[in-house]
């Protein structure tokens, strides 16, 4: 049983209140990526779904090539809201707004596109993944194969080690930060290059489980008490060009627990694991930076107790 906390941080979380939707309608490069790489899939006379199609937006850009287009939205008032704005924009009849759960909805018949943008930065809170697994499973026992095309189709992921400043007027709160990657963040210094810890591509099955451990080589003095996490979602495959369509989430900034004080040339071990969909506490709960020599000797020492109790 999901006390009242839980759920109400479920439904933040998955069903994004109508208000923040202008937000997302305002993020150009949000925006201009998602229409780039549906103009570009959605051929003339195409069948198209949306799974959680909000302000019917996506639904709409699909609409200047597709035959049809069924727009999935869980939430009533945003069900209602894409209905409003579809009626007043070209081809607009060509999306059919259907309010329902991603979870249990199938198209009537075989699909060529399915668009979904369930996406939060590291894959958490929105269950994009959780989605299309189960989207991918019904669809196949329904209509068999193919598959068909997903925008996005892949996603990669990256850490990197950062010292954070956290001091506001003088009072210090290290405080989980969005950061808008274009913007040159005078607050941050990278202390190491970004690493990609998982890469998930669509077209196969998506494990939601994360998990994983790395080496960062430091190339600054100073202390690591942050983890900015990296999303850039491939939206979709340019072949005859050999390019991609690309949109870059805004940045995670994630404060450590356990600050470490770092020199030039250093080795630092980080680890961190977690669900998509998960909390961003269930994954800060999990960062661990360490320099690497600590790792090592802690290894050491449980082997040597392993080899005793053996
Ligand atoms: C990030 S918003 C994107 C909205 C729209 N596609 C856009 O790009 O502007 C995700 C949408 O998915 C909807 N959603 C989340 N979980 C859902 C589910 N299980 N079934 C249907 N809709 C869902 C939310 O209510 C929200 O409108």
Request: with cysteine; charged share 15%; aromatic share 10%.
């Amino acid at each position: 049983m999901l006390t009242e906390r839980e759920l109400e941080s479920c439904y933040l979380g998955q069903f994004i209140p109508v208000h923040y939707h202008h937000n997302m309608l305002m993020d150009n490069r949000r925006m201009s990526g998602f229409k780039a790489a549906i103009t570009h899939l959605v051929a003339p006379g195409a069948k198209v779904l949306e799974l959680g199609g909000g302000t019917g937006v996506l639904s709409w850009f699909a609409a200047a090539q597709a035959e049809k287009v069924w727009c999935v939205e869980y939430n009533p008032d945003l069900v209602a809201e894409a209905k409003r704005f579809l009626a007043q924009n070209v081809n607009g009849e060509r999306v059919e707004v259907i309010q329902g759960d991603a979870f249990e909805y199938l198209p009537p018949e075989p699909v060529d596109v399915v668009i979904c943008e369930m996406i939060h930065v590291a894959m958490l809170r929105e269950k994009q993944v959780q989605v299309i697994e189960s989207f991918k499973q019904r669809y196949l026992e329904k209509f068999g194969g193919p598959l068909p095309l997903f925008i996005p189709e892949a996603m990669i992921m990256a850490v990197q080690p950062l010292q954070q400043d956290y001091c506001f007027e003088g009072y210090n709160a290290p405080i989980v930060q969005f950061q808008e990657p274009t913007f040159i963040q005078t607050g941050s210094v990278e202390l190491a290059q970004p690493s990609v810890y998982s890469m998930l591509d669509f077209t196969q099955a998506v494990n939601p489980q994360i998990a994983w451990e790395g080496v960062f080589a430091i190339e600054h003095a100073g202390t690591v008490n942050a983890l900015r996490f990296v999303t850039k979602n491939i939206l979709a495959v340019n072949m005859q060009q050999s390019t991609t369509i690309d949109w870059l989430n805004h940045y995670l900034v994630l404060p450590l627990a356990e600050p470490v004080s770092v020199q030039a040339g250093d080795q630092l071990h980080v680890s961190l694991a977690y669900k998509a969909g998960g909390s961003i506490p269930s994954l800060q709960a999990t960062m661990r930076a360490q320099h690497l020599h600590v790792v090592e000797a802690e290894w050491a020492l449980q082997s040597k107790h392993l080899a005793v109790y053996a």
